[in-house]
C-alpha cells in the first residue's frame, strides 16, 4: 500500500480536489470601478450625511454585499476614495518658466475644482470634516499632500533654471501657491473666474515666489 493512495483492492485512488475558500473570489474592477463613480455621484446628489450604502448599489446597479465585500462602511469607502485622490495626483507641468508652469497648473487645478461633481463633493466633505477626525486626515491628504508634490516639482525646476532662490520656505511657498484658487473655488465658491484671473494670479505667484 501507498501511503493510503491504493485501495484495499490495490486499485488507485484518487485524492479528492481541494475547493477553493470561501470569500477568495476575486473582485471584479469594473464593478469596483462603478461603485466608486457611484459614490461621487451619491456624494454630489445628497451628500455624506444622507448617502447609504443601499443608494450606493442601487446607483451602481449592484447588491449591497458588492460593495460589503471591498468596504465594510461607507465611511471607510468615502475615505479610501478620498485618499486614492492624493495618490493620482495632478500632471506637473514642465514649460521651461514659472509663470507658465504655474498657469498650466492653475488650468488644470480650476477644472477639477469647478466640475460639478467636485465642486459639490469637496465642500460637503470638508463640512463632515469639521465632525470627523478620520474624514478631515483623508481630505488633508487628498488636497494638500496631491497638490504638494506638483507644486515641489515645479519649485525644484524653478530652482534649476535660477529663477527663485534656493532654500526659500517650501510651506510658505505651497501655500502661495495654492491658497487663492481654493480659496476662489472651495471657499467662497466664485461662480465664473473674473476674466484674465488665472494669468494674473499665476503672473503674481510667480513674482512673490521670486521675492521669498
Known sequence: MLDGMTTNAGEPQTRPRRRAPAGA?????DVTE????????????????????????????VGKTAVYRRWRSKLHLVLDIVSALAVQGLPAPDTGSLESDLRLLYEVTSRALRHPV???????????????????????????DGQESVASSILAAAEERAEIRSGLDRDLALDLISGPLYWRAVV?????????????LARGTAEALKAL
Open 25 to 29: 473570489a476575486v473582485l471584479r474592477e
Open 34 to 61: 462603478a461603485i466608486r463613480a457611484a459614490v461621487f455621484a451619491e456624494l454630489a446628489s445628497v451628500g455624506y450625511a444622507r448617502m447609504s450604502i443601499e443608494g450606493i448599489a442601487r446607483r451602481a446597479g
Open 188 to 200: 467662497i465658491r466664485t461662480p465664473k473666474l473674473p476674466k484674465g484671473y488665472l494669468d494674473a
Open 118 to 144: 467636485a465642486s459639490q463633493v469637496i465642500p460637503d466633505l470638508q463640512a463632515e470634516a469639521a465632525r470627523n477626525p478620520d474624514i478631515a486626515e483623508a481630505m488633508q491628504k487628498a488636497l494638500r
